[in-house]
């Protein structure tokens, strides 16, 4: 299986602040990682996919990106709506790993 | 705008089968990959399978040949089926579905149903 180690596990930022988050894929996946947020109580929600593009109705304030086989998400400008938990997800190969999630909490 | 809803028994005791189902609404179904996905506190989101538009699965081999994924395409619906199952398979679990293909991700999902199982 292909292992995603996502970091960091949480972190406490500001409204306005820059948030990177990074999933590390113990194997070569080809941009095939997509990032989701999840609220409490809620199903996830898919932001970003093929590593770097916008899901549709997704603010732009959210990206992507791919530095070899290390994959980031990038929040420019913390809103109070983003204060969530965010994971990753490989679907190069089954079965289709999610990491182990980054808590974004209010600073 | 495409919606999930799902139904199925969500209080199991050790052995039984887990019987979920997944109804689509307001949008294609025969066109698209479809998931089953769970949540554990201990386990994080854990991908369960997923079935193609032709009807070829794909299960994760950590549920140990225990798990099926059918479709009904007349009925617009998913289901998933999960025997022998033990109090590690309490979770949430949803349906989701593929966005255009496998590799891009789930971009509509179900609301989910909390399954527990103890005797």
């Known amino acids: 299986d292909i292992q995603l180690t996502q970091s960091p596990s949480s972190l406490s930022a500001s409204v306005g602040d820059r948030v990177e988050i990074t999933c590390r894929a113990s194997q070569f996946i080809s941009s095939h990682l997509n990032w989701y947020q999840q609220k409490p109580g809620r199903a996830p929600k898919l932001l970003i996919y093929a590593a770097s593009t916008l899901q549709s109705g997704v603010p732009s304030r959210f990206s992507g990106y791919r530095s070899g086989t290390d994959y980031s998400l990038i929040i420019s400008g913390l809103q109070a709506e983003d204060f969530a938990t965010y994971f990753c997800?490989?679907?190069?190969?089954?079965?289709?790993?999610f990491g182990q999630g980054t808590k974004v909490e209010i600073k | 705008q495409v919606q999930l809803q799902q139904w199925g028994t969500g209080l199991l005791k050790p052995s039984e089968t887990l019987s979920l189902t997944c109804g689509v609404s307001?949008?294609?179904?025969?066109?698209?990959?479809w998931s089953w996905i769970r949540q554990s506190p201990g386990k994080g989101l854990e991908w369960m399978g997923e079935?193609?538009?032709?009807?070829?699965?794909n299960y994760n081999p950590s549920l140990e040949n225990r798990v099926a994924i059918s479709v009904d395409t007349s009925k617009k619906q998913l289901s998933l089926n999960l025997t022998s199952v033990t109090a590690a398979d309490t979770a949430l679990y949803y349906c989701?579905?593929?966005?255009?293909?496998?590799?891009?991700?789930?971009?509509?999902w179900g609301q989910g149903t909390t399954v527990t199982v103890s005797s």
């Open positions: 997800q490989q679907t190069s190969s089954a079965p289709r790993t």
């Open positions: 307001g949008g294609s179904f025969s066109a698209f990959y």
């Open positions: 989701a579905r593929n966005k255009n293909s496998f590799y891009y991700g789930m971009d509509v």
């Open positions: 079935i193609s538009p032709s009807g070829i699965t």
